[in-house]
């Protein structure tokens, strides 16, 4: 009887193509991860990256002056 590799049809040239194929989707579920954590950081901390600049530049102005619109 052959064996389950075999029977599969898997030799050397497969196990290669199966790694190469898990690299890639491993390195595309990163990637995506990446991009969803990128948005969220992005989303929720441009606001306070906008008024920690403000803060530290010249002149210095207080924080009621930085927020209002006018």
Do not use: C
Not at 14 to 40: C, F, H
């Amino acid at each position: 009887m052959a064996s389950a590799a075999a029977e599969k049809g898997k030799g050397p040239a497969d196990a290669e193509d199966t790694a190469a194929a898990s690299a890639a989707r491993l390195a595309r579920e990163w990637t995506t991860w990446a991009m969803k954590n990128a948005k969220v950081v992005a989303h929720y901390g441009f606001i306070p990256f906008v008024i920690l600049v403000g803060m530290n530049s010249e002149p210095k102005p207080r924080l009621a002056q930085l927020l209002s619109p006018v």
